[in-house]
């Protein structure tokens, strides 16, 4: 999920949601400059009445609303930066109530479609917002997409699965573990030797929407992570910061291997029932066969001021 996959799109000027609010105001305030002309005892009740009506027209979406938060919550995000619990709490909640229809999605749009083909489905990104401390958009994974192993340096990530069933298998790096430099990856997939590193599995399963929204943190909360759909489904993202260059922050892709495979799992006391809960991540090319294309974002436009 790194820069080279975020399309630099902009959706449109003005959302749906937006002009509707506007014109529902307009029609109110007009029904209030008819109500003050009129010579009736009435006049101020029917003005209250009008004015409560223009207050309950004036809603603000739930995009626009994430989109002030991350401003908050994320106002001095750097690399290693975890918001703090009630922070946390807060962008929790807003991710939570987020439907489909509120980001302008629906199942039924092409890029969830089953593609018969011999490569990987292609993956689409709705790019929302992108800024120095943050970042949000929306990954759409056909049936069978994948979205391969890889890591979110300094990063804390929200990740609200808007709907369908996807599989999640997440790593954290074990501290003080020894690695194996002797081992080298498959010639197909990296050209160049590289070590492995010890990993602790944090989540391995099915995720079904509607569910809670899932966080990751810079050194925990598994910052490494692969998603499979098990069906088309959508990923709202938001990343604080984001992915940087610049600044380090890399998107480095994985190999995961089984934790007897090499010879460092004599220098690590497991038992052997808690062995498979372990791996080996080794770092490789991005793969060839990941496509992710970006897509115009058709939801409601936030309001940047």
């Known amino acids: 999920m790194g820069r080279a996959t ?3 799109i902009k959706g449109r000027d003005f959302s749906e949601l937006d002009k509707e609010a506007k014109a529902n105001t307009e029609n109110t305030n007009k029904g209030s400059n008819t109500n003050k002309n009129r010579n009736t005892t009435t006049s101020d009740s029917r003005g209250r009445k009008n004015r409560r009506r223009q207050k309950k027209t004036m809603v603000v979406h739930p995009v626009q609303r994430l989109f002030d938060a991350c401003k ?30 509120d980001v302008g999605l629906s199942p039924r749009m092409p ?6 083909t011999r490569r990987a489905p292609t993956i689409t990104y709705l790019h929302i917002h992108e800024c120095e401390r943050f970042s949000m958009g929306i ?28 599989h999640i298998k997440s790593y954290d790096w074990v501290a003080g573990a020894p690695s194996n430099a002797s081992a080298v990856a ?37 910052n490494m992570h692969c998603f499979t759909a098990v069906t088309a489904c959508a990923v709202l993202d938001v990343l604080g910061p984001p992915y940087s260059d610049l600044e380090g922050r890399h998107c480095t892709y994985y190999l995961a291997y ?8 004599e220098q690590v006391s497991i038992p052997d029932e808690e062995k498979d809960k372990y791996a080996w ?6 793969p060839e066969d990941l496509v ?9 436009v936030i309001r940047e001021n």
């Open 258 to 265: 089984p934790f007897t495979k090499f010879s460092g799992d």
């Open 281 to 286: 991540l080794q770092e490789r090319d991005k």
């Open 6 to 8: 975020v399309a630099d």
């Open 186 to 222: 498959e010639p197909s997939q990296t050209a160049q030797r590289s070590e492995v590193r010890m990993a602790k599995v944090k989540v391995d399963s099915n995720l079904t929407a509607p569910c809670k929204t899932s966080i990751l943190y810079p050194a925990d909360g598994g």
């Open 292 to 300: 992710v294309e970006g897509a115009l974002y058709t939801g409601p």
């Open 111 to 116: 890029f969830f479609s089953p593609q018969a």
């Open 139 to 166: 990954f759409c994974l056909p049936p069978s997409g994948v979205l391969p192993l890889h890591n979110h340096p300094g990063m804390t990530v929200f990740s609200k699965l808007l709907f369908g069933t996807m």
């Open 72 to 101: 908050d919550v994320f106002a001095h995000a750097g690399t290693g930066f975890v918001p703090p619990p009630d922070k946390i709490e807060q962008l929790s909640a807003l991710l939570d109530e987020i439907k489909p229809v």
